[in-house]
């Protein structure tokens, strides 16, 4: 594995909302419904959570939203047609709403955007720019979605980043290890317990 710089990371958490997460959501896990793997994916994002803040490294939240009239989604692809069909995640409804447990603390960032890339018009490279991050640690939901393009974008920006596979979902098991392979050409894809032993080294 290559040498991760643990002297000033960024725990970046990507769509831990109702809408994807809960078992209510009517985009049930990342757009399908793997529920035997969502309890483990909430576990891992919950636990990403509490490392970063144990350690006291920046938390920032990036979730999805869009108008309520979805008048800026741009119908472009299925999965923003889905989007309009089945009118989800429309600001200030409960599936744009963080899932309880792993919603923000105080003083946490929360970024919103509404595209696949969490870096497009969101505001968020700005912000990082001002943390100036040695390392982004990436979870979130879908792993071949929103995960893969914004550390392909980060990638690109000149951050190094590690995506935490366990902190990470997407509708099925082999979509997951699927986007995981690409990723690992352009990261480091580690589990949540050797990002705790590589920053305790």
């Not at 919950?46 to 920032?60: D, E, F, K, S, T």
């Amino acid at each position: 594995m290559t040498s991760l710089d643990f002297s000033r990371p960024v725990v970046l958490a990507l769509h831990y909302q109702n809408e994807v997460l809960h078992p209510d959501g009517r985009f049930a896990f990342g757009v399908a419904g793997d529920g035997a793997a969502q309890p483990a994916v909430v576990r891992g994002a919950r636990g990403l959570l509490a490392l970063g803040r144990r350690r006291r490294w920046p938390v920032v939240h990036v979730r999805i939203a869009y108008r309520p009239d979805f008048s800026d989604v741009t119908q472009n692809c299925a999965i923003f047609r889905t989007v309009v069909a089945q009118a989800v995640m429309a600001d200030g409804s409960w599936g744009a709403e963080f899932l309880e447990e792993l919603a923000p603390m105080p003083g946490e960032p929360v970024v919103t955007h509404n595209r696949i890339n969490a870096f497009f018009r969101s505001g968020l490279e700005p912000m990082l720019d001002a943390m100036r991050p040695s390392l982004l640690l990436v979870g979130g939901v879908a792993t071949n979605s929103v995960v893969e393009h914004t550390v392909r974008h980060a990638t690109d920006l000149g951050w190094q980043s590690a995506v935490v596979e366990d902190a990470c979902g997407a509708a099925s098991q082999a979509v997951h290890a699927a986007a995981l392979h690409n990723l690992r050409l352009l990261a480091e894809v580690c589990r949540l317990d050797e990002i705790q032993k590589l920053a305790e080294a």
